[in-house]
């Protein structure tokens, strides 16, 4: 079953806005990661928060987490057109058993 | 230092058929997740392995078998294709034990379609 879920399923705007997109989760966490996904390839790694964080800056990504609304949010400053993929948030639950969960993720398309 | 590598990158089958997925793990990594992911959806966890026994298992059927080599490589099995299996198969691999600092790393997939 999904742990998190994201919102907005899709999302289209104009070069250089900011995109943000959301994730809820519903059991409590270590860590929830943020990853990207090209055409329906490999996932790739963006970034990692702990749960006794409550922002983290990558680059042009900003993440935060509020455990206590069990949410996150992924933001996007001056959006490219390479940044047209979809998005994930995943959770691990806080069993220390190492599994991840995902949700069904953010379909962002970049508008030239 | 290599990535997660998956083989083979596309693969058709046939109803009935079983198919072997492979995954070789990121240098230094010693836990293997294998996740199926349908098209428009999120990545579904099968299982998991590490120390070449299956550690947790997703709400798959027993049609879905893993093992997990002395090298930290691990195949996927699935037996009885289903038309419903088509789908990219996605393997993790991370370090296990890692108490809330667990990045896992992705590899390229496998397409399965079955037909």
């Known amino acids: 079953s999904q742990q998190g879920e994201e919102d907005p399923q899709a999302l289209s705007i104009q070069e250089g806005e900011n995109a943000t997109m959301n994730c809820s989760y519903k059991t409590s966490i270590n860590n929830l990661q943020w990853y990207r996904q090209n055409s329906g390839r490999g996932l790739v790694h963006l970034i990692l928060i702990r749960s006794n964080e409550r922002e983290k800056h990558s680059g042009r990504l900003r993440v935060t987490l509020d455990t206590s609304k069990k949410s996150s949010s992924l933001l996007i400053t001056a959006s490219r057109a390479a940044d047209t993929a979809s998005y994930f948030c995943?959770?691990?639950?806080?069993?220390?058993?190492?599994?991840?969960?995902f949700g069904k993720g953010t379909r962002l398309h970049i508008l030239p | 230092d290599a990535g997660v590598t998956q083989s083979p990158t596309h693969l058709i089958k046939t109803r009935g058929q079983q198919v072997t997925l492979r995954c070789s793990p990121k240098s230094g990594h010693d836990t293997v997740s294998w996740y199926q992911q349908a098209l428009g959806q999120g990545p579904q966890f099968i299982f998991q392995y590490y120390e070449e026994e299956e550690r947790q298992r997703g709400n798959f059927p027993d049609r879905f078998s893993g093992h997990q080599f002395p090298n930290y490589s691990s195949e996927l099995n699935v037996n009885a294709l289903l038309l419903g299996d088509s789908a990219l198969y996605l393997c993790a691999s991370s370090q296990f034990g890692t108490g809330g600092n667990t990045e896992a790393f992705f590899g390229q997939g496998t397409r399965l379609t079955v037909v």
């Open positions: 995943a959770t691990d639950a806080m069993n220390r058993d190492d599994k991840i969960i």
